[in-house]
T-cell receptor, first 115, second 113 residues
Framework: DTGVSQNPRHKITKRGQNVTFRCDPISEHNRLYWYRQTLGQGPEFLTYFQNEAQLEKSRLLSDRFSAERPKGSFSTLEIQRTEQGDSAMYLC?????????????FGPGTRLLVL | GDSVTQMEGPVTLSEEAFLTINCTYTATGYPSLFWYVQYPGEGLQLLLKATKADDKGSNKGFEATYRKETTSFHLEKGSVQVSDSAVYFCALTLSGGSYIPTFGRGTSLIVHP
């Protein structure tokens, strides 16, 4: 399977704990995106990488969130001191290039529940 | 700012019925328009796209026409199947920027046998 993969698929944690999610994009894709999706809403952009460089971060991405893509391949999204409001589906997507027509390929998501 | 508005769901249809899911957009430039579909337990996948006015995107029996005059990109299918049950997202990207898509809220489609 050469699609986008995300791990874990589900995560339950207690408020105040740190969590880390991983995304493995399609191998030749340069761009990698993180989104958050809550029930009944579309994906909301969090941040994206062009190769290993993090080029843009949304206002939604508070200081408790950090993302890395150390070698321009896989990426991690860490949430520190989780809050109940962080409960959501976290989606990763990748794309080959950077044009207005570019298709994004999404992973299955990591569902986070903060108790 | 740029935004996408979709009709609220769920849309409930019987198999072989005609489907329309409305999508309108607000954008400062000339967007490319997309429909993505999310099947239960899966990530979003591209269904179709159109990159300029009057273009028609089509795939798997679905189609949508980019209407600049009405700022719309309605999704249609002539005869739905149970397997089309999913959530459908309309999205746009703008040229001259980072090409990050703006998504609508999604419309759930339920098709009964």
């Amino acid at each position: 399977d050469t699609g986008v993969s995300q791990n874990p698929r589900h995560k339950i944690t207690k408020r105040g704990q740190n969590v880390t999610f991983r995304c493995d994009p399609i191998s030749e894709h340069n761009r990698l995106y993180w989104y958050r999706q809550t029930l009944g809403q579309g994906p909301e952009f969090l941040t994206y990488f062009q190769n290993e460089a993090q080029l843009e971060k949304s206002r939604l991405l508070s200081d408790r969130f950090s993302a890395e893509r150390p070698k321009g391949s896989f990426s991690t999204l860490e949430i520190q001191r989780t809050e109940q409001g962080d409960s959501a589906m976290y989606l990763c997507a990748s794309s080959l290039g950077s044009t207005v027509q570019e298709t994004q390929y999404f992973g299955p998501g990591t569902r986070l529940l903060v108790l | 700012g740029d935004s996408v508005t979709q009709m609220e769901g769920p849309v409930t249809l019987s198999e072989e019925a005609f489907l329309t899911i409305n999508c309108t957009y607000t954008a400062t430039g000339y967007p490319s328009l997309f429909w993505y579909v999310q099947y239960p337990g899966e990530g979003l996948q591209l269904l179709l796209k159109a990159t300029k006015a009057d273009d028609k995107g089509s795939n798997k029996g679905f189609e949508a026409t980019y209407r600049k005059e009405t700022t719309s990109f309605h999704l249609e299918k002539g005869s739905v199947q149970v397997s089309d049950s999913a959530v459908y997202f309309c999205a746009l990207t703008l040229s001259g920027g980072s090409y990050i898509p703006t998504f609508g809220r999604g419309t759930s489609l339920i098709v009964h046998p």
